[in-house]
């Protein structure tokens, strides 16, 4: 059974440190840009997405010592939210590995990924074809991903992102 929770969807919102998830959470939460310091833990707020549909979003911290806490986020997560900084390819190949072990933990068999390229707004930006063949997302074919590109600064494409993110999750829900 697991622990009582609210019926909506648990997604887990991960990626290294300086990716832009507190800032992108703070930005579909609040609507405004907010100042933020690396975070120790998790950060934790319900997206409504219209009167039915809220999802439970978990930005958890991704610096180095905080990513062996990550498999403890993970129960009952129904999307896993990756965030990465389309600005800084020097990052690409620790991101791709990172999300590689996340991938094969046993709990997130089958569940969705929704890869963010955040920072999208920044001239010397990656597109989403680069990252994708970088992050080796193609060969994930046991499960359904997509990547999007959004500013978490700007608000572009969070919406969009996150209202794909609940069609992913609705659609697992189907095949289970």
């Not at 833990?41 to 039915?52: P, R, S």
């Not at 074919?141 to 969070?158: N, P, T, V, Y």
Request: one cysteine or more; hydrophobic letters at 40%; proline letters at 4%.
């Amino acid at each position: 059974m697991g622990h009582a929770q609210s019926s909506s969807p648990q997604v887990i919102l991960m990626g290294l440190d300086s990716a832009g998830k507190t800032t992108l959470l703070a930005q579909l939460l609040t609507g405004q840009v907010m100042e933020t310091s690396p975070t120790i833990g998790f950060n934790v707020g319900t997206l409504n997405l219209d009167k039915k549909t809220s999802l439970t979003v978990w930005d958890v911290g991704g610096q180095k010592s905080m990513r062996d806490n990550w498999s403890y986020y993970l129960d009952d997560c129904q999307a896993l939210v990756f965030v990465v900084d389309s600005s800084d390819p020097a990052r690409l190949p620790e991101a791709q590995k990172v999300l590689k072990k996340v991938l094969s933990e046993k709990k997130l068999e089958g569940v969705p990924l929704m890869v963010l390229a955040n920072k999208n707004d920044l001239p010397n930006a990656m597109n989403i074809q680069q990252i994708s063949t970088q992050l080796f997302l193609p060969q994930y074919e046991d499960r359904r991903w997509e990547i999007q590109a959004c500013s978490g600064l700007k608000g572009l494409g969070l919406q969009q992102a996150f209202t794909s993110i609940n069609k992913l999750i609705r659609h697992n829900r189907h095949l289970i």
